[in-house]
């Protein structure tokens, strides 16, 4: 049986405590701030016009997303796949939330905001590295941000060597999409696409 509103979902749970409701910020404060320039990586979850959905992960050294104030993100946009999905996103519903992690730290950080693609020189200017100066900066303007509890991280034991998967027991992305494709994709190897990744990190 399918849950199709909101009275039946909520029958299934308790409400939250106050404290969950509580910790909702509208602007950045001194640890959110602290927790952005030490995460090297955060997840950009967008929506399309129609609701098209796109979650892509971005990295970089810690810090590389900048904070501007308490309440404007700068995230530099590294070279990709040119597929532009959430940039697109972005051009078309101006929304996007985001998911910053730490290794070896269980809870994570949210934000949610309003969002636009910026070729200003000073936005560019501060997100340049000692690899390049990007073609763009994702602006967010922060609405909602706050702490998520550990539960999700510590149920998966995500930093946990131990439970690390070696990268042999799956095949390489390139022989798996030569798999799905077909055609002229090449099956790279492993070791030759990260020397192909090299190229452009």
């Known amino acids: 049986m399918d849950i199709t509103s909101l009275d039946e979902l909520r029958t299934l749970y308790t409400s939250p405590?106050?404290?969950?409701?509580k910790k909702e910020l509208p602007q950045l404060d001194v640890h959110c701030t602290r927790f952005i320039a030490?995460?090297?990586?955060?997840?950009?979850?967008?929506?399309?016009?129609?609701?098209?959905?796109?979650?892509?992960?971005?990295?970089?050294?810690?810090?590389?997303?900048?904070?501007?104030?308490?309440?404007?993100?700068?995230?530099?946009d590294s070279p990709g796949n040119n597929r532009l999905d959430t940039l697109e996103n972005i051009l078309q519903t101006g929304q996007v939330g985001l998911l910053f992690l730490l290794p070896g730290v269980d809870e994570t950080l949210r934000v949610n905001g309003r969002a636009s693609l910026s070729t200003l020189d000073?936005?560019?200017?501060?997100?340049?590295?000692a690899k390049r100066r990007p073609?763009?900066?994702i602006r967010v303007t922060v609405?909602?941000?706050?702490?998520?509890?550990?539960?999700?991280?510590?149920?998966?034991?995500l930093w946990d060597p131990s439970r690390h998967v070696n990268r042999s027991v799956m095949p390489s992305m390139?022989?798996?999409m030569k798999e799905q494709i077909g055609g002229d994709i090449p099956a790279e190897t492993q070791a030759q696409m990260l020397e192909r990744y090299a190229q452009d990190l």
């Open 38 to 76: 030490l995460s090297p990586m955060v997840v950009v979850a967008s929506a399309g016009d129609g609701l098209r959905l796109d979650a892509s992960p971005r990295g970089g050294e810690p810090g590389f997303v900048k904070v501007q104030g308490s309440s404007t993100l700068l995230i530099p």
């Open 122 to 129: 000073a936005d560019l200017a501060l997100c340049t590295d």
């Open 174 to 176: 390139g022989e798996m």
């Open 143 to 157: 609405q909602a941000v706050y702490l998520h509890c550990a539960k999700a991280l510590m149920r998966s034991a």
């Open 135 to 137: 073609k763009l900066v």
């Open 17 to 21: 405590r106050e404290r969950s409701v």
